[in-house]
């Protein structure tokens, strides 16, 4: 009688893992994962996807779609705030160069900012938040 439900819980457990290993193939990446293709952060949004990439105390913004295409910049329009602790937001200004959205942050005196980025494609909109440190 033991070796019959050692042996059914065996048989249940293959079955179980087979189904798992049969529902992830034909896929070329990890369910999840995002593609930064600037070397950056990828931050999914409710219609796009926006990538940052930190440089000192300057922050480059790439739109790109769910499938990890550049948007052009005349697609997608970007506002942006950032806000130190104990402190306001400020409007960013950003900047289009190549590909990218850029603007300085001023860190005041700290040491992190808190980046708030409000993406709209064609209408839709996608807001997108991460913190820089120094």
Known sequence: MLKKIIAAILLVGFVITSLNVTAHEGHDHAPGTLKANFGGVVKAGKDINLEYVIKGEEVELYPTSHEGVSLKSTDVQLQ???????????????????????????????????????????????????????
């Open 80 to 134: 942006a705030t950032a806000k130190v602790p104990k402190g306001k937001a400020e409007e960013l200004k950003l900047e289009i160069k190549g590909e990218a959205y850029t603007a300085k942050l001023d860190f005041k005196g700290a040491y992190r900012v808190e980046v708030v980025v409000t993406a709209d494609n064609k209408g839709k909109k996608s807001t997108f938040k991460f913190q820089v440190e120094k």
